[in-house]
């Protein structure tokens, strides 16, 4: 027996409600699945310890990425200082980590705007069940309670629905966001395994090479 805007508010924080908890399933599923390829593909680079020679496609998710991008690094500084390879290194590591744990973070914020504009919607169709139950006293003339009482309740349902969505929403964001905030310092964990097997490859390449120069300084001698 409610006004029409007032069930539209109903419907509409119903379904934003279903709405909140269908994201929630979906983004703890996808950081589970994450979670255990950036497992798999750390516990196989710390295996292997370091880049050279290394398969990306044997990682996946980040790390893959993260290889790909020193593998193509080195290739690219072949002959310059390694101290300029792991400084631009550490720069593209840290921009893959930082797109990585934002697109994980993609989505969570339906949460967030559901559980900051849920009551306030919720509110505005009490407002106006209210408006129009005064509406019906003012028409009626009667101020009998069996009159007003049903329109009041109807009224109030909304904001209650309001809170009721507007409640989980905002402890499902906060879920996500510590989730989130875990698999992102695992991916932290993957760059710096990354930049460690990086530096021990430089140093492996440097201290190869010191022999060479010696035997060429010998040869040059004789």
Same mark, same amino acid.
């Given at each position: ?13 119903? #379904?934003? =409600?279903?709405?909140?908890? /269908?994201?929630?399933? &979906?983004?703890?599923?996808? %950081?589970?699945?994450?979670? $255990? ?73 339906? #949460?967030? =705007?559901?559980?900051?504009? /849920?009551?306030?919607? &919720?509110?505005?169709?009490? %407002?106006?069940?209210?408006? $129009? ?90």
């Amino acid at each position: 027996g409610a006004d029409i805007v007032v069930k539209s508010v109903m419907f509409g924080l119903a #379904l934003a =409600s279903v709405l909140g908890w /269908a994201v929630w399933a &979906g983004k703890m599923l996808q %950081v589970y699945v994450a979670n $255990n390829r950036l497992r798999r593909s750390y516990r196989q680079l710390a295996r292997a310890g370091t880049l050279t020679g290394a398969r990306p496609k044997t990682y996946s998710g980040p790390v893959r990425v993260m290889v790909d991008a020193a593998q193509a690094e080195i290739e690219i500084s072949s002959g310059l200082g390694k101290d300029g390879v792991k400084e631009r290194m550490a720069s593209e590591l840290s921009r893959i980590e930082a797109g990585a744990a934002r697109s994980m973070q993609s989505g969570a914020m339906v #949460l967030g =705007s559901i559980g900051s504009t /849920a009551p306030f919607i &919720g509110l505005f169709g009490t %407002v106006w069940g209210i408006m $129009n139950s005064f509406i019906g006293i003012a028409e009626s003339g009667t101020t009998s309670l069996s009159v007003v009482a049903p329109g009041i309740a109807e009224a109030l349902l909304a904001t209650a629905i309001g809170l009721v969505a507007a409640i989980p929403a905002v402890l499902l964001y906060n879920h996500i966001t510590r989730v989130v905030s875990g698999y992102r310092a695992r991916i932290g964990d993957a760059a710096a395994l990354v930049e460690r097997c990086l530096s021990r490859d430089l140093d492996r390449r440097a201290a190869e090479a010191v022999p060479a120069r010696t035997t060429l300084r010998n040869l040059a001698a004789e």
